[in-house]
């Protein structure tokens, strides 16, 4: 059972950068994978990106690529997520998870954050 405090989320315009943290503790083993979702409205929820805690290898969605980047810092159990060139398509509640493979399908996540906002707007 792992807790996680997410943070970074928020307000910003199109073209801007955001950086979202999620620091996790509550387990004695580091999960195989951290990933983020996010779900917009009326949505059903997506993979963004996910990171192996011990290799460091990445996935990221087709629609992320380029413009985000994860990384974790595992000493302090924290992975975080940059955003940048954020556009409209990328307002949604974004999710930590973790979970026991390493992909970005939402059956392999057991346990979750508790989600935070994004919005992209002029």
């Known amino acids: 059972q792992v807790q996680f405090v997410e943070s970074g989320g928020g307000l910003v315009q199109p073209g801007g950068s955001l950086r979202l943290s999620c620091s996790a503790s509550?387990?004695?083993?580091?999960?195989?994978?951290t990933a983020w979702f996010r779900q917009a409205p009326g949505k059903e929820r997506e993979g963004v990106s996910c990171?192996?805690?011990?290799?460091?290898?990445?996935l990221y969605a087709d629609s992320v690529k380029g413009r985000f980047t994860i990384s974790r810092h595992n000493a302090e159990n924290t992975v975080y997520l940059q955003m940048d060139s954020l556009n409209s398509e990328d307002t949604a509640v974004y999710y930590c998870?973790?979970?026991?493979?390493?992909?970005?399908?939402?059956?392999?996540?057991?346990?979750w954050g508790q989600g935070i906002q994004v919005t992209v707007s002029s």
């Open positions: 998870a973790t979970g026991r493979i390493f992909n970005l399908q939402l059956w392999a996540f057991d346990d």
């Open positions: 509550g387990f004695t083993l580091q999960p195989y994978a």
């Open positions: 990171i192996e805690s011990i290799s460091g290898n990445t």
